[in-house]
């Protein structure tokens, strides 16, 4: 028996490969497909099975191109009411691949209908050695439970009932094989370690070191994270089944004319980062820098039912771009500015800046008393752990609606981790009249590291869902 682990970055992404002499199942499979074609061909072994955990909130999945490509069914929870043509999975199901046996239990808690895949290598013994446990518990962390409106409690009691009575009853050398790391926003306090075992886990989990179900429940349904717009969309989308890759609209280059034809009615995304989107980009375009948590932003800010037309430093950046977004759902991406804002400016366009202030002199203004509006766009709990006296906290996907709380003709200073979200939010501002806007470029690691303030351990740490961002 064999397990591979592919790990997705920026959705923090974690399936599987679960393999005999000769056939294998894929578990919890992303959207774009080759990279477990690739490595089965090498591997010489067959694609036979197509596992699901359970309905996912923070990426398409790849079941239905997997399926196509491949003939293999697709296994889901019975309870998920997928729409699509599979096999429908509920406790005490069993499924065999050579000398391996896959237990079906039902682990509900992060989702209603959420299962879990128990191993047991036959040839070697009868205790299970492994299982895939979806988003019900995590290394270091538990599924959230408050994706679901009004039904927070309810599930987060399921969850404490199917961690307690369920996955803790496996041995502890049980390895546990979660669909995420840190860096995703379905869990709180995920470590960066990305498999380990029930009783690791059990040990020092902080989640399952709380007894009390009341307290367990109350840990969980206060001071989550937020929940990113797309992780609604994309369950509805998995359960009926997403479109199929090749039936989508490839991007293709537009010429100045063509672009601006089409940007009347479709979004400007603008993928390059928050410091040449400062220096020169088309008016009211959003910007979300593509070495910045792009997908998940994507997700949370650009309206879905919306065409996307990209600017980009060039073609590669784009594909990039595109993949992303259909990582998210965002399928309806038109092209690309073949020219990029070289090409724009060069003909003479309007185009419109967003200055770039350094720490110090952020610094310099503050202490020369000039009127200038500080907005910390990070989350909240990154805001409470360090920020800068008098700074105003509006997360940045909330500017959307609280843009309202701030003063049009102000001078406004955006401020995050390192400059990318504060990019994005200068952007949303832009979008909304404000005249005076400028981006702390560093952001608050920047000003610590210019010694005005101790440094924020959120924004420090490259594998948390904010760090470097």
């Excluded at 578990?27 to 309905?55: F, N, Q, S, V």
């Excluded at 079906?104 to 299982?131: F, L, M, Q």
């Excluded at 009347?264 to 070495?291: K, T």
Aim: with cysteine.
């Amino acid at each position: 028996m064999l397990i591979q682990q592919i790990f997705t970055e920026k959705i923090a992404h974690s399936s599987y490969i679960l393999a005999g002499d000769k056939n294998c199942a894929i578990i919890d499979p992303r959207r774009d497909i080759d990279i477990y074609l690739d490595i089965t061909r090498d591997m010489g072994i067959k694609i036979t099975h197509i596992l699901e955990t359970h309905l996912h909130a923070d990426f398409i999945s790849g079941h239905m191109d997997l399926a196509k490509r491949t003939g293999a069914p697709i296994y889901t929870p019975e309870k998920a009411n997928c729409d699509f043509e599979h096999v429908s999975l509920s406790e005490g199901d069993s499924i065999e691949i050579e000398d391996i046996r896959i237990d079906i239990i039902e682990t509900p808690g992060h989702t209603p209908e959420h299962i879990s895949y128990i191993i047991t290598d036959i040839i070697r013994g009868k205790e299970p050695v492994a299982v895939f446990c979806g988003d019900t518990m995590f290394v270091g962390d538990v599924g959230r439970p408050d994706l679901f409106p009004g039904r927070a409690e309810e599930l987060a009691s399921k969850l404490y009932d199917t961690l307690h009575e369920k996955l803790l009853n496996l041995p502890e050398f049980c390895e546990i094989y979660p669909t995420h790391g840190a860096g995703s926003l379905c869990g709180r306090a995920m470590a960066s370690k990305r498999s380990s075992t029930i009783g690791y886990e059990r040990k020092y989990n902080y989640a399952l070191l709380i007894d009390d179900k009341t307290e367990f429940i109350d840990s969980l349904t206060n001071d989550m994270p937020s929940a990113p717009d797309h992780f609604s969309r994309c369950t509805e989308i998995n359960r009926k089944g997403p479109e199929l890759l090749k039936k989508l609209h490839i991007p293709e280059a537009l010429n100045n004319d063509a672009f601006r034809n089409i940007m009347r009615d479709a979004v400007v995304l603008d993928v390059r980062s928050f410091e040449s989107f400062g220096g020169q980009h088309i008016p009211d375009s959003y910007n979300i820098d593509i070495n910045s948590n792009f997908p998940t932003y994507a997700g949370w800010l650009i309206p879905p039912e919306k065409n996307i037309i990209l600017v980009s430093d060039n073609y590669t950046q784009a594909f990039e771009a595109c993949q992303q977004l259909h990582r998210v759902g965002l399928d309806k991406v038109e092209g690309y500015l073949e020219g990029g804002m070289y090409g724009w400016v060069t003909e003479g366009f309007t185009a419109k800046h967003v200055p770039q202030i350094s720490a110090p002199e952020l610094n310099d203004r503050m202490h020369k008393g000039e009127k200038t509006t500080i907005v910390d766009v990070r989350e909240k709990s990154e805001y409470e752990e360090f920020h800068i006296e008098g700074a105003v906290n509006i997360p940045v996907h909330e500017l959307r609606e609280r843009y309202t709380e701030l003063d049009p003709d102000a001078e406004t200073v955006l401020i995050c981790g390192s400059g990318q979200r504060s990019g994005m939010g200068c952007s949303l501002l832009l979008q909304h009249g404000f005249r005076k806007v400028m981006n702390a470029a560093g952001g608050m690691t920047g000003y610590a590291a210019a010694g005005f303030g101790h440094e924020c351990p959120m924004c420090v740490l490259p594998w948390a869902p904010f760090g470097n961002r």
